[in-house]
């Protein structure tokens, strides 16, 4: 138990590390080219709002580039669209530079689909560390594939009230087979409600979708409590079924990184299924860092004071409330 403590506080303290108004807020920026004729192409560029305030990322084509028409914006609840239409020139953007101004300075991505004349298509991920990209020849959808997977593996990672919740849950574990069957649980809730809401079975407005996500966080907290002082509840007697219910809730919030981009529809089939399989691997390779985290505190004896056996709890508490607090007051309008 006592090394439990210890890898809850230090998990914690590395996610205090983050700003509590980023948790959830690493959504890719979307640009999509569509080559419509020899050097012509329809543009579409999504940038993430949040509170009102969008993504301070821009779009910056190459020299030369000309609109064949205005560009269009259309304002939607979490982003904002541009379309417009391009001529290149008979090179078209082959081998041409396109930027991101901007980027550098954020913690998310730009997501880029191209699809040519010919019907090929390539995907690529624009990352801070290098904010622009050169169009090259199509790699196959085993290329997209890869690129899914790594936009999962990050949307978990970054997800830092995600894996608040897992470690609040993993606080609630008492036997390896427990262990498995919440985080099968989880897993299950959440890959439903992702293949759900992806394929626009049904859409849940993400603010409110936040805020409930921060109260699934918030909910652990005093079972925690009540499991270190040595109570008990259905809660703690059965973290599967809780897993179960707020996966539900959970495989939402991790399909905004998957929607909101707007993909073809031809396309959701395989960036839902390495989005998802990315998801799972990110989330299983923090559940065997807090395993293999905890096992190396026990062989070790590591002994914390009394004084913060319910540390965690407190903490996970704390965000919880802060982030509902926060997320509701979003929701109703605030600033």
């Given amino acids: 138990m006592k090394s439990w403590r210890a890898i809850a506080l230090l998990l914690l303290a590395s996610l205090l590390v983050w700003p509590a108004a980023r948790a959830h ?3 890719p920026a979307y640009l999509e080219l569509k ?3 020899p050097g012509q192409y329809d543009v579409l560029w999504r940038t993430p709002v949040l509170a009102g305030m969008r993504l301070p990322v821009a779009l910056k084509l190459p020299d030369g580039v000309k609109n064949l028409a205005e560009p269009t914006l259309q304002e939607l609840t979490d ?3 541009e379309r417009r239409t391009i001529d290149a020139g008979p090179q078209g953007l082959a081998g041409r530079r396109i930027e991101f101004p901007g980027l550098q300075l954020t913690i998310t991505d730009v997501l880029v689909r191209v699809q040519r004349q010919d019907a090929s298509t390539s995907t690529e991920i624009v990352r801070p560390a290098q904010p622009w990209f050169e169009l090259a020849p199509p790699r196959g959808r085993l290329a997209a594939a890869g690129v899914f997977l790594a936009q999962g593996i990050e949307h978990i990672l970054l997800g830092v009230d995600h894996l608040l919740f897992v470690l609040g849950l993993l606080a609630l574990v008492r036997s390896p087979w427990m262990l498995v069957k919440t985080i099968t649980a989880f897993t299950v809730a959440h890959s439903l409600t992702l293949a759900i809401a992806t394929f626009g079975i049904v859409n849940v407005p993400a603010a409110p979708l936040n805020a409930a996500i921060a109260l699934s966080i918030l909910f ?7 499991a270190r ?5 259905f809660t703690i007697r059965h973290p599967w079924v809780v897993a179960f219910a ?5 495989g939402f919030g991790f399909a905004s990184g998957l929607a909101a981009l707007g993909l073809p529809r031809a396309e959701i089939p395989l960036a839902l299924l390495m989005f998802n399989l990315g998801v799972e ?3 299983l390779a923090f559940v065997a860092l807090v395993v293999l985290m905890a096992r190396a505190f026990a062989v070790l ?4 004071p009394d004084t913060l056996a319910l540390a965690p709890a407190y903490v996970v508490g704390s965000l919880g409330a802060f982030w509902t607090i926060q997320r509701v007051v979003m929701m109703l309008g605030g600033r």
């Fill in 281 to 283: 691997i990110g989330q």
């Fill in 301 to 304: 004896r590591v002994r914390w």
């Fill in 79 to 81: 982003s904002l669209l």
């Fill in 35 to 37: 080559e419509r004729a």
């Fill in 220 to 226: 652990l907290a005093p079972e925690i409590v009540r």
């Fill in 229 to 233: 002082r040595g109570g008990t509840s």
């Fill in 25 to 27: 807020e690493a959504r």
């Fill in 246 to 250: 707020f996966g539900l809730l959970h």
